[in-house]
């Protein structure tokens, strides 16, 4: 079969910047009116989007930033972009997650004895992948020097070997020790491994970049890689959504000093796609202020939110053990707000059951009792698109990715309806709710409407607008500082070309 063009951006760590710059080469190319599809072969994070299954009329799950990456290339996603997920729900293991479906769950090393058995589903969502396109933008995982893990390895050096596809190196010089995290990867790789290496990149480099044009020399010089060039630190990458933990440290727009609504998040231990306050993180009134194990939550806050979660009950448990449930409950009396999105939903409820320890070994626990409602977790998990609406007639548009079911009478104050059904629940007073609706605040007029209670106009900058400018302005500077064409060269070598 003839091959398309294609090309890998493995990093020489983890959070090197490979998912932003694969979006904003995918943008790049899709705007020179290429085919571009992105591809991810493992992603590990409790982030995850809803996509269609090919061939069929489901959805499955990917990783956020494969979402965003074929939202850079103009086109819906499919589960086909990241066939398999790894979801952590301990901390020792993860649900696996392989082409949009759950397929069970493993722990570390259970997993790394499995994976091999995962290459051939790979190779066949790439294939289907560039049988559709022009150009495949290829993004590993992790660190490309993980020796340790290579056997069987399905998500860097194994990938590429087995399709034949080029790798550019990504570097982080923000981070430090660039010069030998390039050269030591070098070093550590096999011959095999080290040859389709084509090139690296420079990423986050701050200031004259002429000050690193002997460092260049140097990389080149112990590895024999050219330089494709050096990316600056890209202050348009903080508007685009969040794709894992590490983004919960990125500033919002305000601080809590001059904020006029200080919004607290309890960071709990399997934190599940909060990119859904992103919405609120970019209004210039607002201070999304992340909550740490061992912190308080800010008394000043006017508002807490709770978000999803890959584990309710194990979260609940972390909230009582650190202290927010009191901190929430005094919250509440003094008069403040709370939500729950998804897993944060449940927690709201008065009781969550989990009778076949789905999520794990403990079976049931207690919620914070602000809504009239309890959650009875169930084996058949929901993932869709949904469009929704208000009771009021907003409309909503976003996604649910959950297990279990909620009822009660609280559920009679839907939060909103969708796909023709009531969801959510809202206390008597207004002032606490919770809905399975993730997106909710990437509703504009929602997010106005209800910012609105707090005394905020909020922006007038559409959300879903600010994110496809943001990656355009990534695309415009990777076009001044990349050797694009020959980047392109080295996605034709593969066939041929």
Known sequence: ???????????????????????????????????????????????????????????????????????????????????????????????????????????????????????????????????????????????????????????????????????????????????????????????????MVAGYLINRFRGDVTLFDEGLEVITRFTGWPSLGVVPYLAAASRLPAEDSVALERPGAASAKTAKLTVAVPIVGRIANFDDLDPLKAEPDVAVVFVRPGEPIPADAGLIVLPGSKSTIGDLKGLRANGWDRDIAAHVARGGHVVGLCGGYQMLGRMVEDPDGIEGEELEAPGLGLLDVETVMQAQKTVRPSTAATPGGLRLEGYEIHLGRTS???????????????DGATSADGRVFGTYLHGLFGADEFRRAYLSRFGIAGSGTGYGRSVEAALDEIAARLEDVVDVERLMEIARRRCGG
């Open 1 to 195: 079969m003839a091959r398309t063009p294609a090309i890998m951006l493995q990093g020489t760590g983890s959070d090197v910047g490979k998912s932003v710059l694969v979006a904003g080469l995918c943008r790049l190319f899709s705007n020179r009116g290429l085919r571009v599809r992105p591809f991810k072969p493992q992603n590990m994070s409790n982030n995850a989007a809803v996509a269609a299954i090919p061939q069929t009329d489901e959805f499955g799950e990917i990783g956020r930033a494969q979402w965003l990456q074929a939202l850079a290339c103009r086109i819906a996603p499919t589960t086909d972009m990241n066939p398999v997920l790894l979801k952590p729900q301990s901390e020792t293991g993860s649900q696996i997650v392989l082409s949009g479906k759950v397929a069970g769950a493993a722990r570390g090393r259970e997993y790394q004895a499995l994976k091999a058995r995962f290459l051939e589903t790979v190779l066949q969502s790439f294939a289907r992948l560039e049988a559709e396109a022009d150009l495949v933008l290829v993004e590993g995982a992790g660190s490309a020097a993980e020796v340790n893990l290579r056997r069987n390895d399905i998500a860097n050096m194994g990938f590429a070997t087995a399709a034949n596809v080029p790798v550019l190196l990504v570097g982080d010089i923000d981070r430090g020790g660039v010069i030998a995290s390039l050269v030591g990867t070098h070093a550590i790789l096999s011959e095999t491994d080290r040859e």
């Open 408 to 422: 009660g009478p609280d559920c009679s104050r839907p939060v909103a309806v969708l796909d023709g059904a009531p």
